[in-house]
């Protein structure tokens, strides 16, 4: 039998994928969630079990409702599991702003329980964390900008984009930033204290199919739902904002190809790299291709929003030989086909 996977947040975008790519493999995979995606979008939760009941048609998955910030159920899900991917999080800046005690308490006590449930575990899982580029909080905004016609770019010393030993320290982070980075450094310790193989991505912008994005979070998704199901969009600053894009299932091919090689721990910046970009107004002209109408307003620039986040991609290339295959504009058109053949779910 194939090694038993413990997905935390299996519920969620990336998770759900995560657990499906391993379920299919033939893994046993535990999912562990909280569903607390439904009081997040302050709606009925539809679009919460989407993923969670689509996971329940698969064979070798074990569905657990229950929560990270639980030490006893995250021990008891991981037992025997030797891998553990930890998706599980509050994922938007906005919202740790309003209320940084349940963003902390997410994200730090759930990622400190996952890595001591890894320490403590006689399987001696390999354990993999969702970081972010958050990580690098406002230093990224002191890198110098050249602006054209439909985007804002890095100056040349940064082409290639923001590499892992660029500064997260003496800046401003948001307590998103600040959460993530705290989970994103146990990691590492515990990779160097007890010798866990622990790979630490640092993602830039993910998107793909059953995301459910919204105007904080997840954003190509959330411009894709809204551009097709006639929903008003607000553009905060310009539009000229720049991110790398990643196909989800390029992500998942990154992982594999970490927990397969013979690093023992790793911290790798994760998106599509300076080939695979766009900017706001960019994927606009994209979704016009397939809807006119879209309804746009501008409105400020946000506080700690960053003009533009490219990830160095070089160590992940060099040191997993790993790589990004979709385009943005192949994945868009994926993600657009998904989204019109659901939208009532959208309604």
Same mark, same amino acid.
């Given at each position: 039998?194939?090694?038993?996977?413990?997905?935390?947040?299996?519920?969620?975008?990336?998770?759900?994928?995560?657990?499906?790519?391993?379920?299919?493999?033939?893994?046993?995979?535990?999912?562990?969630?909280?569903?607390?995606?439904?009081?997040?979008?302050?709606?009925?939760?539809?679009?919460?079990?989407?993923?969670?009941?689509?996971?329940?048609?698969?064979?070798?998955?074990?569905?657990?409702?229950?929560?990270?910030?639980?030490?006893?159920?995250?021990?008891?899900?991981?037992?025997?599991?030797?891998?553990?991917?930890?998706?599980?999080?509050?994922?938007?800046?906005?919202?740790?702003?309003?209320?940084?005690?349940?963003?902390?308490?997410?994200?730090?006590?759930?990622?400190?329980?996952?890595?001591?449930?890894?320490?403590?575990?006689?399987?001696?899982?390999?354990?993999?964390?969702?970081?972010?580029?958050?990580?690098?909080?406002?230093?990224?905004?002191?890198?110098?900008?050249?602006?054209?016609?439909?985007?804002?770019?890095?100056?040349?010393?940064?082409?290639?984009?923001?590499?892992?030993?660029?500064?997260?320290?003496?800046?401003?982070?948001?307590?998103?930033?600040?959460?993530?980075?705290?989970?994103?450094?146990?990691?590492?310790?515990?990779?160097? #204290?007890?010798? =866990? $193989? %622990?790979?630490?991505?640092?993602? @830039?912008?993910? *998107?793909?199919?059953?995301?459910?994005?919204?105007?904080?979070?997840?954003?190509?998704?959330?411009?894709?739902?809204?551009?097709?199901?006639?929903?008003?969009?607000?553009?905060?600053?310009?539009?000229?904002?720049?991110?790398?894009?990643?196909?989800?299932?390029?992500?998942?091919?990154?992982?594999?190809?970490?927990?397969?090689?013979?690093?023992?721990?790793?911290?790798?910046?994760?998106?599509?790299?300076?080939?695979?970009?766009?900017?706001?107004?960019?994927? #606009?002209?994209? =979704? $016009? %291709?397939?809807?006119?109408?879209? @309804?746009?307003? *501008?409105?400020?620039?946000?506080?700690?929003?960053?003009?533009?986040?490219?990830?160095?991609?070089?160590?992940?290339?060099?040191?997993?030989?790993?790589?990004?295959?979709?385009?943005?504009?192949?994945?868009?058109?994926?993600?657009?086909?998904?989204?019109?053949?659901?939208?009532?779910?959208?309604?």
């Amino acid at each position: 039998m194939k090694d038993k996977v413990l997905v935390t947040g299996g519920a969620g975008f990336i998770g759900s994928h995560v657990a499906e790519a391993f379920a299919k493999d033939g893994h046993p995979v535990t999912v562990l969630d909280n569903l607390s995606r439904a009081k997040l979008l302050k709606k009925d939760d539809r679009n919460a079990r989407y993923n969670w009941d689509f996971l329940g048609t698969l064979p070798n998955v074990d569905l657990r409702e229950g929560d990270v910030r639980d030490a006893g159920t995250v021990r008891e899900a991981a037992e025997g599991a030797r891998v553990i991917v930890h998706t599980a999080a509050q994922t938007a800046v906005t919202t740790s702003v309003t209320d940084p005690r349940q963003d902390f308490e997410n994200n730090v006590i759930g990622a400190f329980n996952v890595v001591e449930a890894a320490r403590l575990s006689r399987a001696k899982p390999a354990l993999i964390f969702c970081s972010t580029n958050k990580v690098y909080g406002e230093n990224v905004n002191a890198v110098p900008l050249e602006e054209q016609k439909t985007r804002w770019a890095f100056g040349a010393k940064h082409a290639a984009g923001i590499d892992e030993h660029f500064s997260i320290d003496l800046c401003e982070h948001t307590p998103y930033g600040c959460s993530k980075l705290t989970g994103d450094l146990y990691m590492q310790d515990y990779a160097h #204290l007890y010798g =866990l $193989k %622990t790979g630490v991505f640092r993602m @830039s912008c993910i *998107y793909g199919t059953r995301q459910f994005g919204m105007e904080d979070q997840g954003w190509v998704a959330w411009f894709t739902i809204a551009a097709l199901t006639g929903k008003p969009l607000t553009i905060y600053g310009d539009g000229k904002q720049v991110r790398d894009l990643l196909w989800v299932d390029d992500l998942i091919e990154g992982y594999r190809t970490f927990l397969g090689s013979n690093h023992a721990h790793g911290v790798f910046n994760m998106g599509g790299g300076p080939e695979n970009t766009l900017s706001l107004l960019e994927l #606009l002209d994209l =979704l $016009k %291709t397939r809807e006119n109408s879209i @309804s746009v307003t *501008y409105a400020d620039w946000r506080p700690s929003d960053q003009k533009v986040y490219v990830s160095n991609i070089d160590k992940a290339r060099r040191d997993l030989g790993w790589k990004p295959h979709i385009s943005p504009q192949e994945g868009v058109e994926r993600l657009a086909t998904w989204v019109a053949a659901n939208r009532s779910l959208f309604a």
